[in-house]
């Protein structure tokens, strides 16, 4: 397995509606919700991807879900590693 990656992203003034189209874009994208963690996501590549591309392909999937959602805004932080992300609780 390639890079994998931690998305947070902030959806400023979304309405309910709006949000659940942004999430379903990211879904048929094959974005994975974290379910513990309201606003993260993960995102998997194969080891064909450079660590470039796998920015590129987030920043792509992040700007198709704003356009396809109608959202004004969407605020995003990366972490992308070739390490498992963990997750967990306490």
């Known amino acids: 397995m390639g890079y994998k990656a931690l998305v947070t992203i902030d959806l ?3 309405t309910k509606e709006s ?3 942004f999430y379903r874009i990211l879904t048929e994208e094959k974005w994975i919700k974290i379910k ?7 995102v998997l590549f194969n080891d064909k991807v450079s660590r470039e591309n796998a920015i590129n392909i987030i920043i792509n ?8 959602s109608g959202v004004s805004r969407v605020d995003y932080a990366i972490q992308l590693d070739i390490q498992d992300i963990e997750i967990n609780y306490l």
């Open 12 to 14: 400023s003034n979304a």
């Open 19 to 21: 949000r659940e189209k």
């Open 36 to 42: 513990t963690l309201t606003t993260s996501w993960n």
């Open 61 to 68: 999937d992040l700007r198709k879900a704003k356009r396809f």
